[in-house]
């Protein structure tokens, strides 16, 4: 059968491997895994939020390699060979467009591609996110040294002249022979160090480390519904962990007396504050630190309500803080649905309320997942 991807028909990438199937099969499938998963009934289910078919992906991480003189940009199969992925339909048609004039200022740089077969070179990787709401965005280079610093300098002009909306430019240094995407060292190349990242009415600065989501306009629903649901719960004191660049506290915001957001990463914590501060939130406020260590900031703020959106990997040592905190309400952001079941099944103070999927990765088998807890209250015999 033929789909609307020429790289799927032609065996050449299978990343969105439910691409054969209807979109209406695809969420049905999705619900009924998590229907299982969760062990709920169909009741608790809300309606899942679509994702358009074409065109979504707003972020993207592609592998840079060689096809004879050629720059590709796409992936990296197991043989080491290169895959072109640069008129991927699934990607914003404005990155698409992005991308032969980041391959000119690849050669005007002299910027050599890295080859993993003799670990020589040093372009691995390209990071693109774009916001058409801002119509800004920006390009990471992931580097193995910081050898063309100088030369990437001297260009910069070349290649902003040309892409208007590319606000930022920076370099990733990820030394390791091994896999890995990117690295801990960023150097911002150009002028401006924050995208201006909009979602809905609300704007955002997103550092280049910053977490975003894909799939701008799904998420958007999502952070709508987190902060509805809040409302709704009438809660006065929200804590937020592994909170990125704060999305899920910026849209409660109204609905909060105050809000406490937790993230590892520093960037990102700078991001946010920075965020609170333009935009007057002063109830608003970040913390860098570890989420699985924050029983005396838990114990000094006493939510209300907790949301937590993990990485893949789940809870982890935060699931006990979680579990015994005098929070009433517990909202869990997931995109894992392996995860999510065995830290909900761990959960043993909280009781499932609802869920609903947000089909932010249309055509593949993930999907995010938000579930609303509710604290089960012990009632103790009379004496």
């Not at 999705?30 to 074409?54: A, H, M, W």
């Not at 774009?130 to 610093?149: F, G, Q, T």
């Not at 089909?359 to 579930?371: G, I, K, N, S």
Request: hydrophobic residues 40%; charged residues 20%.
């Amino acid at each position: 059968m033929k789909t609307f991807c020429e790289y799927f028909d032609q065996h050449l990438c299978r990343s969105c491997s439910l691409l054969p199937i209807t979109y209406t099969d695809q969420v049905s499938q999705k619900e009924s895994i998590l229907l299982k998963k969760l062990n709920i009934d169909q009741s608790l289910l809300l309606p899942t939020i679509t994702s358009n078919l074409l065109g979504f992906r707003n972020k993207v991480k592609l592998a840079v390699g060689l096809k004879g003189e050629d720059i590709t940009f796409g992936l990296v199969d197991k043989n080491f060979n290169t895959v072109d992925l640069s008129q991927c339909p699934v990607q914003n048609p404005v990155i698409n467009e992005m991308l032969p004039l980041i391959k000119e200022f690849i050669t005007t740089t002299k910027l050599s591609v890295y080859d993993p077969r003799t670990s020589k070179g040093e372009l691995k990787y390209i990071i693109i996110y774009y916001n058409p709401h801002s119509n800004e965005s920006y390009l990471r280079l992931v580097l193995r040294s910081k050898e063309a610093h100088s030369r990437l300098i001297k260009h910069l002009s070349f290649i902003q002249d040309r892409i208007n909306h590319l606000k930022i430019i920076s370099i990733n240094i990820q030394p390791s022979p091994h896999p890995i995407l990117e690295g801990e060292e960023e150097i911002v190349l150009s002028s401006q160090t924050h995208l201006n990242h909009t979602l809905y009415n609300i704007n955002f600065k997103l550092s280049p480390q910053g977490f975003v989501q894909t799939n701008l306009e799904v998420s958007t629903s999502l952070y709508q519904q987190a902060a509805l649901w809040i409302k709704e719960l009438n809660g006065d004191k929200f804590l937020e962990l592994f909170s990125g660049q704060g999305a899920f506290s910026f849209f409660a915001a109204q609905n909060v007396r105050s809000a406490l957001g937790i993230e590892i990463n520093q960037s990102a914590v700078d991001s946010a504050n920075l965020s609170a501060q333009k935009l007057g939130l002063n109830h608003l406020s970040f913390k860098c630190l570890d989420a699985s260590h924050i029983k005396e900031e838990l114990n000094q703020f006493s939510p209300d309500i907790i949301l937590a959106n993990p990485p893949r990997r789940g809870l982890a040592e935060s699931l006990d803080l979680i579990n015994h905190s005098g929070a009433t309400y517990f909202i869990y952001s997931s995109c894992n649905y392996e995860t999510l079941s065995s830290d909900l099944s761990a959960l043993s103070h909280y009781k499932i309320e609802k869920a609903q999927i947000f089909d932010m990765f249309a055509h593949t088998e993930h999907f995010e997942t938000l579930v609303l807890l509710k604290k089960i209250v012990v009632e103790l015999p009379d004496v």
